[in-house]
């Protein structure tokens, strides 16, 4: 029988769309701890359009954010019930490391109605989930969230293209300096900005800079919010393999790749293997490893977001590559007389495609741009 759910994307009720956005909330706990699954979120409410229940997915592996929250339920709703099950994505309807959610949701008996905010693009998915509960007497609808749409967009890309949806963040002075002229760092932006990159950080599925960024800064590369430091997949530019053995990183991530080209000695790459970095060989031109095919490897393993935290030259590499989906422009009200410029060949910021947004952080000014 062909299933006939509801898409309510040209006329969003009110409560849907409420509980749809508190069931986003969730996602985002989940977010950049999921890859190479996206993250999800959902809520269980009553007739009284109360939420009696929430879940979310939290790693891949885990269990799903549908059946985490209907494991929430409070007992008394474990029988006899007509709730209402909001999740951020289409529930699925097939075996991968866990069993399908539509399964839970139907043997628990307790829910009549499921809405979701996003038809998934994964092709063992988009549709079937629905029609399942449809032909097990679960009204499904869909209901359209922009919230919703721009949360899954990194998901979507690498879905499309089995590359990861790329940021990129530079901080600069007014005249254009990212550093001392001796390469040592100095603080550039200010805290309510820095909290912005932490978070940034936290909710991306891996990060990606250079052995340069590495010995000039000795960066963590964590995400610290409040008293949590969480450790982030890391992998890094690194074509001679000039990485201190003593550098932050090897204790402050949670994974390490080198991307480096040959020829490099047996003992170099040994050194880092025996520090548990993994090292990928990648071709290079004129002195620049191939950042396609570092893209594409970072995609192979599943990655969906990458935030790129480095200098200028890999900054402006990847822009001139147009291979980023975001980038970040932080701009300081300093100025730094024989610094480090960011970008000494010249760039052009404003002949470059795509929407430009600026927001303010304390005394920073965050230039937003979008391709
Ligand atoms: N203000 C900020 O937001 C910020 C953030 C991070 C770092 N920094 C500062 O930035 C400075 C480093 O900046 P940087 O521009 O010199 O270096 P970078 O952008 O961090 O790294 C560039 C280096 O990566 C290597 N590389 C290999 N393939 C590449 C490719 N395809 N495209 C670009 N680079 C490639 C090259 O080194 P090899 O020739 O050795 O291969 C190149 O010199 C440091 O002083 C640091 O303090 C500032």
């Not at 799903?64 to 409070?74: D, F, I, S």
């Not at 990212?178 to 991306?204: C, E, L, M, V, Y």
Request: with cysteine; aromatic share 8%.
């Amino acid at each position: 029988m062909p299933a006939n759910h509801i898409s309510k994307a040209l006329m969003p009720n009110f409560n849907d769309i409420r509980f749809l956005q508190e069931s986003l909330q969730l996602a985002h706990k989940g977010k950049g701890f999921c890859y190479p699954n996206p993250a999800v979120g959902s809520v269980i409410v009553n007739e009284n359009q109360e939420i009696i229940s929430v879940g979310f997915h939290q790693a891949a592996g885990k269990a799903h954010a549908e059946v985490n929250a209907l494991k929430n339920l409070p007992n008394n709703y474990k029988t006899n019930s007509e709730l209402t099950l909001y999740v951020t994505l289409e529930p699925c309807a097939h075996f991968g490391k866990t069993p399908p959610c539509v399964n839970a949701i139907i043997e628990s008996k307790v829910i009549s109605r499921v809405v979701y905010g996003y038809k998934d693009p994964n092709p063992n998915v988009l549709g079937k989930g629905a029609d399942l509960l449809v032909n097990n007497n679960i009204e499904c609808e869909y209901v359209s969230c922009k919230e919703i749409d721009i949360f899954y967009e990194p998901y979507k890309l690498w879905l499309k293209t089995q590359k990861p949806f790329i940021t990129a963040k530079l901080a600069i002075t007014l005249n254009g300096m990212i550093a001392n002229h001796d390469s040592t760092p100095f603080k550039i932006t200010g805290d309510i900005i820095n909290k912005f990159t932490h978070q940034n950080r936290q909710s991306t599925d891996a990060i990606l800079t250079t052995a340069e960024t590495i010995i000039s800064d000795n960066p963590k590369l964590n995400a610290r919010i409040g008293d949590t430091h969480t450790k982030k997949k890391l992998y890094i530019i690194d074509r001679c393999l000039k990485l201190p053995e003593d550098a932050n990183i090897f204790k402050t991530s949670s994974s390490l790749t080198v991307f480096y080209s040959k020829p490099i000695s047996d003992s170099k790459k040994s050194l880092l293997c025996n520090k548990g970095c993994q090292l990928v060989e990648v071709s290079n031109s004129n002195k620049e490893l191939d950042l396609k095919a570092i893209i594409a490897q970072i995609g192979k393993d599943g990655v969906h977001s990458l935030w790129v935290e480095a200098g200028g030259r890999l900054f402006a590499s990847l822009l001139r590559q147009k291979l980023l989906q975001k980038a970040f422009i932080y701009i300081a009200p300093k100025w730094v007389n024989h610094g480090k410029i960011a970008f000494p060949n010249g760039f052009e910021v404003e002949k470059l495609p795509g929407k430009k947004a600026f927001r303010q952080y304390g005394e920073d000014v965050l230039c937003e741009l979008t391709f």
